[in-house]
T-cell receptor
Framework: SQQGEEDPQALSIQEGENATMNCSYK?????LQWYRQNSGRGLVHLIL?????REKHSGRLRVTLDTSKKSSSLLITASRAADTASYFC??????????FGPGTSLSVIP | EAQVTQNPRYLITVTGKKLTVTCSQN?????MSWYRQDPGLGLRQIYY???????DKGDVPEGYKVSRKEKRNFPLILESPSPNQTSLYFC?????????????FGPGTRLTVL
């Protein structure tokens, strides 16, 4: 399967702690994106990292990409209750298809 | 306001009754796409379109049709819906299909096929 695979499937942390989610994939990619989805709602784009980039920051988000290991990680620092959501990695392949992983469900406990 | 709209938001129908879910974006985006989301499976791409009159199959195109006659609209057609098409559907668009392709998602359409 070319699908991205997030790890862990579910994560529960205390407010203020850091949350780390990982995404592994098998196919060649042009870029990798992370999205957030609040329950039953549309996805919201968080950050895009290109295949020639290794790290990217946006506010409390830090994304890394290791193309040799075909993996990416999303770090959310100083988590808040409002960060409770599902997080998906999405791979854009060279065929312009987009492949999403099954997601990591994050619960941040106040 | 820049947005992707979908209609209807909720739909309950019966097996075999043709239906169309509309999708429209007001951002002049070239790339549009349909996904379905099922528990434990994440989002799976059904069809995508690089521009007007250009459509391609995603990973799960069986049982669906699309058309792209205008840049802003990308309807999803189920000619003969079946219960296994019960799902949450999302339409998305992005500026271009190149490297910079943050996708903007619609609010979703929850479809139940009885």
């Amino acid at each position: 399967s070319q699908q991205g695979e997030e790890d862990p499937q579910a994560l529960s942390i205390q407010e203020g702690e850091n949350a780390t989610m990982n995404c592994s994939y098998k196919t060649s990619i042009n870029n990798l994106q992370w999205y957030r989805q609040n329950s039953g709602r549309g996805l919201v784009h968080l950050i895009l990292i290109r295949s020639n980039e290794r790290e990217k920051h946006s506010g409390r988000l830090r994304v890394t990409l290791d193309t040799s290991k075909k993996s990416s990680s999303l770090l959310i620092t100083a988590s808040r209750a409002a960060d409770t959501a599902s997080y998906f990695c999405a791979l854009k392949t060279s065929y312009d298809k987009v492949i999403f992983g099954p997601g990591t469900s994050l619960s941040v406990i106040p | 306001e820049a947005q992707v709209t979908q209609n209807p938001r909720y739909l309950i129908t019966v097996t075999g009754k043709k239906l169309t879910v509309t999708c429209s974006q007001n951002m002049n985006h070239e790339y549009m796409s349909w996904y379905r989301q099922d528990p434990g499976l994440g989002l799976r791409q059904i069809y995508y379109s690089m521009n007007v009159e250009v459509t391609d199959k995603g990973d799960v195109p069986e049982g669906y049709k699309v058309s792209r006659k205008e840049k802003r609209n990308f309807p999803l057609i189920l000619e003969s819906p079946s219960p296994n098409q019960t799902s949450l559907y999302f339409c998305a668009s992005s500026l271009i299909s190149g490297v910079y392709n943050e996708q903007f998602f619609g609010p979703g359409t929850r479809l139940t096929v009885l």
